[in-house]
Every structure is written in structure tokens, then in C-alpha cells.
């Protein structure tokens, strides 16, 4: 089968990590798999390149709507059996194309669509109605929660046999996890950083913006002085990333992306989350993965991890208290913390695997 899948960006977040992850389990399978790149954030290109995926980037699109990309989009994609957009920019410019083949009764690919989050409805309502007209024109439509699923079933009225539901999924990690190879990726995340490996190391892995609330994290962290607090991810609200950074101490740092996820999991007392808008998470799966017990904000992407049982902390939303009150815990009962962290491990591995994830999609591109 040969597979497209395009995306506005490829920095480096979960919805990229999913991308990237997908794209190899299918080229494990024998497809033909390629991934369709048009706007200026293409800084993880070359990674994507070295993983051996064939990475297709066109002129950049102008800055607003860039009607050229349209007949440049039609000739690039058009060949493959399927189309898999991500997110609703790039729907936006295949929705004249598939509206005008429909129309026509011309022949077409499968155009299967994935909405990972809802923080730009959130963020400006206009893109409801966006998500209401332009959505439905993709055969199938896959949302990663059951939010998402119900944000287009209850409250835009799409036709229920056109939606689905299918979580993330992640690269299970297959090295030695116990305590001495923990302490050792301890002291070698505070060197790298110039932390102090006595002290409770907390780790934040997202992108940088409002929505993820990483100044919830910072200025929470800032009332226990001997808690350390490393702030992964790469700025995608420039001005928010300043304002962070002016909270910067010795004991709070930002810094930028990073590739060695689950060294830095490893490295970690404590993974925590303070999102206020998450589909399935998957950064706080890849700390579950290596047995990092985890502090999340009450949000249904979070709360969705304890439907197997409860084997992350979840602390009300923008609650201070309760969130401090839960990493006091974890990190005072250092073994009862480790040992609900390790059944959280099979969960993932249950659950939540790359290949469960794709074969769901593959049922769906061949329906």
C-alpha cells in the first residue's frame, strides 16, 4: 500500500512523535510510506531522513492560506492509496481538491484524517466551524480520546460511521530498567545540567505554550527549595518561553528539545504534567514506559491512563496544593512509588504499543 501522511510542522512534540513512530511500524510491514512536510518548522527533517523515512518537502507555503499549494498538494499526493492528515491544517488545502473529485465521481485516494487535540477551538472558536465543514470531507476521521470522538459526534453532529476513536501508541523501551542503571542516568542528567543528583530531580517533557502550563509547574515548584525541576520541550509561544525563562534559577531550568527521551525518564524522580488540554499523552507514556511515576493534572487525556487502575497521581486543575501534596508523596515513598510506576509499565505495554496502534489504522485505511 502507498501511504501519505502530511503535516503543516515537524518539530519535535507528541503529535510528531506519533507521526514518526507510525511511519516506521508501517514501513516494518512492507508499505510503501512517505510523509508530506510544507510549512517553515522543518528543523527534525534530517531525523527523520536518518531513520531511513522518505520526508517530501515542497516550496514553503506563504504566510496565511497559500492557494498555490492547492494544484502543487493535488500532483504530489494524489498517486498514493491512501492520504493520512494530521491535524486540520493540511485538511484545509486537501478539502478543495477531494470536494472537487467527489463532486465528479473522480477516483481518489482514501483520505483518512487524525485530530490529536482541540486547543486551537479551545483557543479561537472560529476554527469550530472549520472542524464542522471542512472535516467531513475525509473518509474516515480518528480522533486519539474519547473527547475528541464526542467534540465531533455530540457537538458538531458528524455521522457516527465516519468517526473512530484510537489512542496513541509509543515505541515500548526495551533496556534494563532497576535502580542502579535509575541512579546512574540521574547523575548523569544533573551533570549534563549542573543539578545537584541529592536532590529530588522533577522532569516536565512538552512543548512550550499556555496550554501546557509549564508556569504552573515552575511556580509551584519554586515553594519546596529542595526540589529541582529540568523544563523539556521546544518554544511554540515565544513570548510565553521569555517569560519562563525570567523564572529560570538554580534549581529550574529550560532547556529546549531534546532527543534522549528516555534517558531523561530515567534520569527522573518524577515525571508531571500540568496540561490543561491533552489527547492520550504521549510524553507522560514514555515515562510510564520506563517506570517514572508520573503527577498529572485532572484532565479526561490524563485520566483516561487509570482506566486499568490508578497508577498515576492526578491532582485537580490548577490546584498548587494538591499537586505539591501528591510529589511530596511519591517522592517521600520512594518503593510504593516505584511499584505502582512498574505495573504502569504494563499498561503501556498492554495497551498502548506502537503496533496495536497501527494495526487499528490499518483497518481503517483498508475498509
Known amino acids: 500500500m502507498k501511504i501519505m501522511h502530511v503535516t503543516q510542522f515537524l518539530g519535535i512534540g507528541g503529535l510528531e512523535k506519533i507521526i514518526y513512530h507510525i511511519i516506521l511500524e508501517q514501513m516494518s510491514q512492507g508499505h510503501e510510506v512517505s510523509l508530506y512536510v510544507y510549512d517553515h518548522d522543518q528543523e527534525w527533517v534530517s531525523f527523520f531522513k ?200 538554580s534549581n529550574i531550568v529550560l532547556v529546549g528539545s531534546q532527543e534522549l527521551v528516555s534517558e531523561y525518564n530515567l534520569g527522573a524522580d518524577l515525571y508531571v504534567s500540568a496540561s490543561t488540554h491533552e489527547g492520550i499523552p504521549v510524553a507522560v507514556l514514555e515515562a510510564m514506559a520506563v517506570e517514572t511515576p508520573c503527577v498529572v493534572s485532572g484532565i479526561p487525556g490524563h485520566m483516561t491512563l487509570n482506566q486499568f487502575g490508578n497508577y498515576v497521581a492526578v491532582f485537580p486543575l490548577n490546584d498548587q496544593n494538591k499537586f505539591l501534596e501528591l510529589c511530596d508523596l511519591l517522592l517521600t515513598e520512594k518503593e510504593n512509588a516505584q511499584s505502582i510506576a512498574q505495573k504502569a509499565r504494563g499498561i503501556v505495554v498492554a495497551h498502548y504499543s506502537v503496533k496495536k496502534m497501527v494495526d487499528l489504522y490499518m483497518k481503517e485505511y483498508s475498509k
Request: charged letters at 25%; hydrophobic letters at 35%.
Open 50 to 249: 536518518k531513520s531511513g523515512i522518505n520526508v517530501i518537502t515542497p516550496p514553503m507555503k506563504k504566510p496565511g492560506y497559500d492557494f498555490h499549494l492547492i494544484p502543487t498538494m493535488n500532483k504530489d499526493l494524489c498517486s498514493a492509496d491512501v492520504i493520512h492528515t494530521h491535524d486540520l491544517n493540511p485538511l484545509m488545502y486537501l478539502f478543495p481538491i477531494f470536494f472537487f473529485k467527489k463532486c465528479f465521481l473522480i477516483n481518489h485516494p482514501r483520505l483518512v484524517h487524525t485530530t490529536h487535540g482541540l486547543g486551537h477551538v479551545e483557543r479561537f472558536p472560529r476554527y469550530r466551524i472549520f472542524e464542522k465543514y471542512i472535516v467531513p470531507i475525509a473518509d474516515k476521521i480518528i480522533g486519539v480520546s474519547e473527547k475528541i470522538g464526542n467534540f465531533y459526534k455530540e457537538d458538531l453532529k458528524i455521522n457516527p460511521r465516519k468517526i473512530k476513536v484510537i489512542d496513541n501508541g509509543i515505541a515500548i523501551y526495551k533496556g534494563v530498567i532497576n535502580p542502579e542503571v535509575r541512579r546512574q542516568q540521574k547523575i548523569w542528567l544533573c551533570n549534563r545540567h549542573k543539578m545537584d543528583p541529592n536532590r529530588p530531580l522533577i522532569l516536565s517533557l512538552s512543548r512550550i505554550l499556555p496550554l501546557k502550563d509549564q508556569r504552573f509547574l515552575i511556580e509551584a515548584i519554586k515553594k519546596r527549595p529542595d526540589y529541582q525541576l529540568i523544563v523539556v520541550g521546544p518554544p511554540s509561544d515565544q513570548a510565553y518561553y521569555d517569560l519562563l525563562k525570567e523564572k529560570e534559577d
